[in-house]
Every structure is written in structure tokens, then in C-alpha cells.
């Protein structure tokens, strides 16, 4: 696939690639007249969780186009004097659904809990009106008919797919399936949950405020330990080296913080 930006607008944030795209919409619109490809909308947490995955992290580096979803990711652009907006994920995967309703694109959601689809496939088409499903398959599928709806999904050649299925499972799953496929390919977490109404986004002073992991922290507060790559990101970022996985193997065998 060609990648829908220029590589003179690739940066990188702890050897990881990002796109400084002025709008993203139209970056993404772009990857799709090119054939296709795969989307990741990269924030700090999911930075620290690549470096220690190595899956993960070529799987970013192999995607298309990686938008700065997150506030840390944006701040350590302007630290190398790179000026961009943050690009929230979820209104991204939002923008495509209106555009795929309006230009008859073909959709795919794939993840989430049984509920949360079956709302999705009825609210969805009532903000969207024509908009096409294709496959609307939750997330809670036995492992052993995933191969089969896998081969399903990938003989229907959507324009659009959307997957919440986590971090980093989204990710690399779309990165086993999309090669070779036209569409966009995107993750898109826990945005389902949102557009159900399972759960609430923070409000629009606290994203302007770039604070929204404190609201997500107090809906879930099991968040915690995760919330903790936050300081370890920016400390990175500060003294400009790869940070050491936060466990690590020793040749005893013993497993050292």
C-alpha cells in the first residue's frame, strides 16, 4: 500500500513513527483513493505498551498512517518543534462513518460485547442514514469459528473496518488480515462503547484541558497501574532515550521491576 502522507511529514516519537497530518480526515480519504491500508491512532500508553511488545511495535511501524491521538504524543511532537493537533481516535472513526454513509462505503465492525453491537447496529444507521453494514461481529466469538469469519470478512472486501477489540489485539489483528485488502483498517478501542452509551467521553473542557485520562481513570479506577506509562513516557520523551521494559528476565530467571 502507498502511504498516504509524505515521509517528509513522518516524525518519530521514541523511534516510534508518526504523522503530522493537518487533517487527518483527509489523510485518511487519501489512504483509502490509494488502495487502502491500516490506521493507528498512537497516545502514550500505547507507546509504552510497543516498546515492551515487539509485535506491537512493528505493527506500527508497518502501518500507514499513525495519528497522534494522544495529548503526550502531540507535547513530545512540539518538543522537536513539530506542531500538530491532537486527533482523538474516536472522531476520526467517526468522520469515516459519515462519509462512508454519504459515499455508499461498505462497513465492518468487529468486536465489543454482544450488547454493545446489537446497539450499534441499530443506532449507528439512525445518525448516519445509509449507512451499509456488511458484518457486525462482536467480540465474544468462540477461538475456534474466528478463521472462518475472518475469511468471511475478507471476501467481502469492506471500505471500512472498524475493530475494538483492545490494545494491542486490535492492532495486530488488523495487521495479520489487511495486507492485500483495499479499505481502511482501523482500531478504534473502547469508541463502541462510547457511541452505545455503555460508557461516557470525557467532557469537552477536560479534552481541551488534555486531561481526559483523568476521567476514563474515574470511571475505571483498575486503570491505575496502567496510567503509571504516563510518567514513564514523558521522563522518555525528557531525556531522549528508550526507556528499559518494566520487567525484565534476568539470566537467574528471577523477574526484576
Known sequence: MTSAVSQS???QVLGLPIDACSNVLEAA???HSRGGGQLVTLNAEMAMTALEQPELEQTIRLADLVIP???GVVWALRRQGVWV???PGIELAHELLAHSSRHGWRVALVGASPQVMETLVQRLPEQHPG???VMALHGYQPAE???ELERQLLSLKPDLVLAALGVPRQETWISRLHRDQ???WMGVGGSFDVWSGQKK???RWMGTLQIEWLYRLIQEPSRWRRMLSLPRFAVAVISGSRPRPATQKQATGKTTE
Open 29 to 31: 480519504l487519501a489512504l
Open 182 to 184: 483495499p479499505g481502511l
Open 131 to 133: 449507512l451499509q453494514f
Open 69 to 71: 491521538d494522544g495529548a
Open 201 to 203: 467521553r470525557a467532557p
Open 145 to 147: 469459528v474466528w478463521p
Open 85 to 87: 493537533r491532537r486527533s
Open 9 to 11: 511529514n513522518r516524525h
